[in-house]
RNA sequence: GGCGACGUAGCCAAGUGGAAAGGCAGCGGUCUGCAAAACCGCCAUCACGGGUUCAAAUCCCGUCGUCGCCUCCA
């Protein structure tokens, strides 16, 4: 079994053949930084994280290219209204590249708390503005746009192929369609390549056809193929994008060099809230920040891989309460194995957990391998814990070594690919002082306990439960930890 | 109006032709001084109606419902 992948394109899974043997390159539509990142943000990048981390799993060389869009988006139309960034710069009255700087390190505050490694390449627009006004020159050469009034437009009519990705045909797009009627189209799906910018518009720069600023779908098609060539491995980014966004990135690429821009479209499905669409214009965001201050990143993390990257997921408080007690179960044998493996002794793995070793990864892979199976490799982590529990809670003695390969394997599967198990606990790396005061009380409650003081007992395990440390008593004495 | 996705237990969520994963919650039990944690057990005729098939949650047709895209959005 190798690993497949739902490619968009030809809505078909597909087995993955890399362009170069080996290697594999990846790109992902990046964020435009004008605001704190949402939930919907956490889910493309935590999705295409997952895959980054499993290929290189598998051995491969991976280049992870995410942009950054720091100019160049409107906040109604392709080609009316404001660009998102200058109303912001306008109202906090600084420059715009003050609030690109804000936001994009407040994004990779967050994705740095989900534990997203971070791409390869974070190439930003307004770094390769010559670049894109190659792919604009190399546009009117080839006849697929043209120059009106200083702004330059794609010509959909040119390229039969437009609509591919997404399906649709520029016939269809009729009555219903909120088109706005623009003279200097030709066609009112043309879309802007080159705008010409407006009296007033801080960001400009110099071109061909006078002062303007690079079409919102270019920066896409020339930083992903600069960095990653052409054609490229996978092209990844949310659904809701696929029209007209990477439409129009194929369309120029593709109309301009007459070759294939990437091989594989990787789209996750949206984020909703309350079963609608959290949006921006809708008011109904969620910010990572906001989440992080209530859950912990892990649990939001664990909560986007415990659905598929194609379906829906649903945001709510309820589900993430949930997830976070899902989580903590995981974390219970881990931490019960840890505690364990502190001190013990013993050369040899039992053979039976050999064997065992070999079929979780197995199945790890071959759920992977099937388009990304989180769900079903997080249930496989599940299933290890029962195991795990069971052999733990039953008074035989475990070897080291035996100890050391289940570690291994939450490392492995837990912590490098899906990035959910840190390699240290929040209890473990509490502080001396705490572990100190609390084996302290653990101590004078078993005296309560041995003198049989019920009361007394119960009032130190209760007032410590209310500070957040939860006590088990077992065969083994009295443990700790921390509930989140 | 056009295009597309989805509808699986109280909730979240896998499974896309051959005995319905996993998690949360709940119930019963073991363990415990009592708890907690853990373990064992229980808990779904897969929206509805037809059809294809030896066999359908899974394929086809229809109905209802939810959502998305067609305007910036991850």
């Known amino acids: 079994m190798t690993l497949q992948i739902y490619n968009f394109m030809t809505r078909r899974k597909e087995e993955f053949r890399p362009v170069h043997e080996g290697f594999v ?47 160049g ?41 989900l534990n997203v490694v971070r791409p390869d390449i974070s190439p930003r627009a307004t770094c390769h503005i010559p670049e894109q006004i190659e792919l604009v020159e190399a546009l009117l050469e080839t006849g697929h ?39 200097d189209k030709k066609n009112p799906a043309d879309f802007a390549v080159w705008k010409a910018a407006e009296k007033g518009h801080i960001l400009r720069w110099p071109s061909p056809w006078g002062p303007g600023y690079p079409g919102w779908h270019l920066e896409c098609s020339v930083m992903a193929t600069k960095y990653l060539g052409q054609p490229f491995d996978i092209h990844g980014g949310g659904l809701e994008n696929v029209f007209p966004h990477n439409e129009s990135e194929i369309a120029q690429i593709e109309a301009a060099t007459d070759e294939r821009f990437c091989n594989y479209w990787v789209l996750n499905n949206m984020v909703t ?85 070999e079929e979780y990864r197995q199945e790890f892979v071959k759920v992977m391998d099937d388009d990304f199976g989180t769900p079903q490799a997080i249930a496989l982590l599940f299933d290890l814990g029962r195991e795990v529990n069971t052999l733990l809670n039953s008074g035989q003695p475990v070897s080291r070594a035996t100890l050391e390969a289940i570690d291994g394997l939450y490392r492995e599967l837990g912590g490098t690919v899906l990035g959910i198990i840190p390699d240290e606990l929040v209890q473990q790396a509490d502080s001396e002082l705490v572990g100190g005061l609390v084996r302290m009380l653990i101590e004078l409650r078993q005296q309560a306990r041995e003198a049989r003081d019920w009361e007394e007992s119960d009032r130190i395990r209760d007032q410590l439960a209310q500070m957040g440390v939860m006590l088990e008593d077992g065969p083994q004495g009295t443990r700790w930890r921390l509930s989140h």
């Open 145 to 183: 746009a043209y120059e009106a009034d200083g702004s330059v437009y794609f010509d959909v009519a040119s390229w039969p192929e437009y609509g591919k990705l997404s399906g649709r045909k520029i016939e269809e797009q009729e009555e219903g369609a909120r088109i706005t009627i623009n003279p």
């Open 73 to 113: 988006h409107l906040t109604d139309d392709a080609d009316e209204g404001e660009d998102k960034i200058l109303r912001r710069a306008r109202q906090e009255r600084v420059e715009p590249m003050e609030v690109v700087q804000t936001y994009m390190r407040s994004f990779f505050e967050d994705m740095d708390a």
């Open 273 to 357: 809230v309350d079963g609608v669409k959290m949006g921006k214009s809708l008011g109904n965001f969620v910010t990572i920040k906001e989440a992080l201050s209530r859950h912990d990143p892990m649990t939001i993390r664990f909560f986007v891989l415990s659905s598929h990257y194609r379906s829906p997921t649903d945001f709510s408080e309820e589900a993430l309460d949930a997830a976070g007690r899902g989580l903590e179960r995981l974390y219970g044998s881990v931490q019960l194995l840890r505690e364990r493996l502190r001190d013990a002794d013993g050369e040899e793995v039992d053979p039976a957990w050999a064997q065992k070793f």
């Open 25 to 71: 390159g990846i790109y992902v539509c990046g964020p435009t930084v004008y605001g704190h990142s949402h939930i919907g943000h956490a889910k493309v990048y935590v999705s295409f994280d997952i895959m980054a981390r499993y290929f290189r799993y598998l051995g491969y060389q991976v280049r992870y290219v995410q942009n950054i869009t720091d100019v």
